[in-house]
């Protein structure tokens, strides 16, 4: 009973992947390989109360895994993981914030609103990547976390290169840029995933 938080360490992902899912496919306006995720809750859009509620839950279930963990004595008491986990709950709540500051729609030039929206969402991808290496440098020396550390490591590797990549076509306008962040939210909720599923089965 003491890893009951691990179960929004599922919750949160799938929740997320089903509101992209569906919130694209409500839209006929809307491509997943152009249009990126804040698109679908920027303001007045088609069933924006929908999307909130949604990527609401999504971040109020990582919010809640993260602090589950950071609490957690049993995986790790050391500053790194400390750390790391703290970097996974200020994601979570950089999330809640982007709710309140919609990204701007890109016919229009850039708002106060637009402005912060692409600064906290600056801020959360960095927060991810160091939430990602901090957790597995704190494993790494543990013989039963291997497969884990090298697969927090490659999923690291793949969030800095997509994302960079993505933040680069959606900056110039490029058709796959949407597809790009997607790889890169994908890759980290995933990574959560596996986190939950391996902290749940560690004794």
Same mark, same amino acid.
């Given at each position: =009973?003491?890893?009951?938080?691990?179960?929004?360490?599922?919750?949160?992902?799938?929740?997320?992947?089903?509101?992209?899912?569906?919130?694209?496919?409500?839209?006929?306006?809307?491509?997943?390989?152009?249009?990126?995720?804040?698109?679908?809750?920027?303001?007045?859009?088609?069933?924006?109360?929908?999307?909130?509620?949604?990527? @609401? +839950?999504?971040?109020?279930? #990582?919010?809640?895994? /993260?602090? /589950?963990?950071?609490?957690?004595?049993? +995986?790790?008491?050391?500053?790194?993981?400390?750390?790391?986990?703290? =970097?996974?709950?200020?994601?979570?709540?950089?999330? +809640?914030?982007?709710?309140?500051?919609?990204?701007?729609?890109?016919?229009?030039?850039?708002?106060?609103?637009?402005?912060?929206?692409?600064?906290?969402? /600056?801020?959360?991808?960095? #927060?991810?990547?160091?939430?990602?290496?901090?957790?597995?440098?704190?494993?790494?020396?543990?013989?039963?976390?291997?497969?884990?550390?090298?697969?927090?490591?490659?999923?690291?590797?793949?969030?800095?290169?997509?994302?960079?990549?993505?933040?680069?076509?959606?900056?110039?306008?490029?058709?796959? @840029?949407?597809?790009?962040?997607?790889?890169?939210?994908?890759?980290?909720?995933?990574?959560?995933?596996?986190?939950?599923?391996?902290?749940?089965?560690?004794?």
């Amino acid at each position: =009973m003491k890893k009951i938080y691990t179960i929004f360490g599922f919750l949160g992902p799938i929740i997320y992947i089903l509101a992209v899912i569906i919130g694209g496919a409500i839209r006929n306006d809307y491509s997943q390989l152009y249009n990126t995720v804040s698109e679908l809750s920027m303001a007045n859009v088609p069933n924006l109360l929908l999307m909130e509620i949604m990527f @609401g +839950i999504y971040n109020i279930s #990582l919010l809640i895994f /993260g602090i /589950g963990a950071f609490i957690d004595t049993e +995986i790790d008491t050391s500053k790194k993981y400390r750390a790391a986990m703290l =970097m996974l709950v200020l994601t979570a709540i950089s999330g +809640i914030v982007l709710l309140f500051f919609p990204q701007d729609p890109r016919s229009i030039p850039f708002t106060a609103v637009g402005t912060t929206h692409i600064a906290v969402a /600056g801020i959360s991808s960095l #927060l991810t990547i160091l939430a990602i290496f901090l957790t597995g440098f704190t494993f790494r020396k543990k013989n039963d976390m291997n497969n884990f550390t090298k697969y927090s490591f490659i999923s690291g590797i793949i969030v800095v290169i997509s994302g960079g990549l993505s933040a680069y076509s959606v900056g110039n306008n490029l058709f796959f @840029g949407g597809l790009l962040e997607k790889i890169t939210i994908l890759t980290f909720i995933v990574w959560v995933m596996v986190f939950s599923y391996t902290i749940l089965k560690k004794k």
